[in-house]
């Protein structure tokens, strides 16, 4: 089973370029979240969906968009890159967020940007 | 908004000690699920917890949700080097609510 599926695994970004961290799933679950980890630090929420065309902000959203046009892709976009967005980023997702969901986690994209 | 801290930030214990972590909500929070993250891999699930005053076991782990569901707490009886990891908490205000996590305790063990 695939599960949670990310990619790239790793990315080096120059400040100002854009790009597109891709995530999918094929669990056929309805929320999926982009969180950050920096180093050391915990998990902080960007975006989350609760399901196709429906996003909304988490923690620290600024600096990046989503877009849920399909159930199983929910892939973040970068638009000028900056050194403050040198993070691990994870994808995650859950059937729903009801008190028997757990989330699955992608294997995470590490980022740098210089 | 909803805030979520964990106590300690790192501990380091020699194999055989006892561990707690302990996680702190600024809301009242509909459940609480602990992760643990092994050196650079992701976050894995580990448990989820409902009910007030709810306290759950596996094996030589021990999680409890605090009375007022608003703090909850992992413990570790006589840790071992497979222990080694970053263990965070993670909730929300209600089920459906976004799943903010807290800065997770980072465990080092000594053989």
């Known amino acids: 089973n695939a599960g949670v599926t990310q990619t790239p695994k790793f990315r080096i970004l120059k400040i100002g370029q854009s790009m597109t961290l891709q995530c999918t799933q094929d669990?056929?679950?309805?929320?999926m979240y982009w969180y950050r980890q920096d180093p050391g630090m915990g998990l902080k929420l960007i975006y989350y969906?609760?399901?196709?065309?429906?996003?909304d902000k988490g923690e620290v959203p600024n600096g990046y968009n989503v877009s849920r046009s399909t159930t199983e892709d929910f892939p973040l976009r970068l638009e000028l890159a900056a050194p403050s967005q040198t993070s691990v980023y994870f994808c995650?997702?859950?059937?729903?967020?009801?008190?028997?969901?757990?989330?699955?986690f992608g294997s995470g994209t590490q980022l740098s940007v210089l | 908004g909803q805030q979520v801290m964990q106590i300690p930030q790192y501990q380091h214990v020699q194999e055989g000690e006892d561990f707690t972590t302990y996680c702190n909500s600024s809301?009242?929070?509909?459940?609480i699920r602990w992760y643990k993250q092994r050196p650079g891999g992701h976050p894995v699930f580990l448990i989820q917890?409902?009910?007030?005053?709810e306290v759950k076991k596996q094996k030589r782990l021990t999680f409890q949700f605090g009375e007022a569901k608003k703090n909850s707490s992992l413990h570790i009886t006589a840790t071992q080097t497979t222990d080694v990891g970053t263990y965070f908490c993670?909730?929300?205000?209600?089920?459906?609510?976004?799943?903010?996590f807290g800065p997770g305790t980072s465990l080092s063990v000594i053989p």
């Open positions: 993670a909730g929300g205000r209600t089920s459906y609510d976004k799943v903010i």
């Open positions: 809301t009242t929070l509909s459940n």
């Open positions: 917890l409902v009910k007030s005053g």
């Open positions: 995650a997702s859950s059937y729903s967020t009801e008190s028997n969901e757990k989330l699955f």
């Open positions: 669990m056929n679950h309805n929320y």
């Open positions: 969906s609760v399901g196709a065309g429906i996003t």
